[in-house]
């Protein structure tokens, strides 16, 4: 798939099938994670795959967005390291770029992902940091749930003129 095909045809999807993920594409998508811009090089992001059932339904306890985990079978935390970035804007912004490379490789892969926020919500932090047993310099930003896709959406034009500003506002 073309990269500005994939950024225009890219859909949230949540619904899944049930069927695994594949390993090799698990590592892809993963490996797309890492390939995302970092301001100053820094790249603070780290990432936990969960697949494990009791984990998935832990998380699904909490997080009233990601009811469609179990059926999706894998979610990728993307987390932010305050030991290598220490300006937190920065950190965030870089873990968002990674979860919008992880989004449009499991497109291009022809798999079904979403992007379930995690920070700023206090609870979902608090959740995760729970679950997941993070130390305490490591911050869960997102998480994208991601497998084989039980539903087809089309693509939505979004662009709008209105919202362009040229030199000043």
Request: hydrophobic share 40%.
């Amino acid at each position: 798939m073309k990269v500005l095909e994939a950024i225009s045809s890219r859909r949230s999807i949540r619904k899944f099938t049930g069927e695994p993920i594949d390993d090799r594409d698990l590592k892809t998508i993963l490996k797309a994670g890492f390939q995302a811009p970092s301001a100053h090089n820094l790249e603070p992001r780290e990432y936990v795959v969960v697949r494990d059932a009791e984990i998935i339904e832990k998380i699904v306890e909490f997080h009233g967005h990601a009811k469609m985990l179990p059926q999706a079978g894998c979610g990728i935390i993307v987390c932010g390291d305050k030991t290598k970035q220490d300006v937190f804007g920065f950190l965030i912004s870089d873990c968002s770029a990674s979860i919008q490379n992880i989004l449009l490789a499991a497109h291009g892969l022809g798999l079904g992902a979403v992007w379930c926020g995690i920070y700023p919500r206090e609870h979902l932090l608090e959740g995760t940091v729970n679950v997941l047993n993070l130390p305490e310099h490591i911050i869960p930003v997102g998480m994208v749930v991601v497998g084989v896709k039980d539903e087809k959406k089309s693509a939505i034009d979004r662009y709008n003129e209105d919202k362009i500003h040229y030199n000043r506002w």
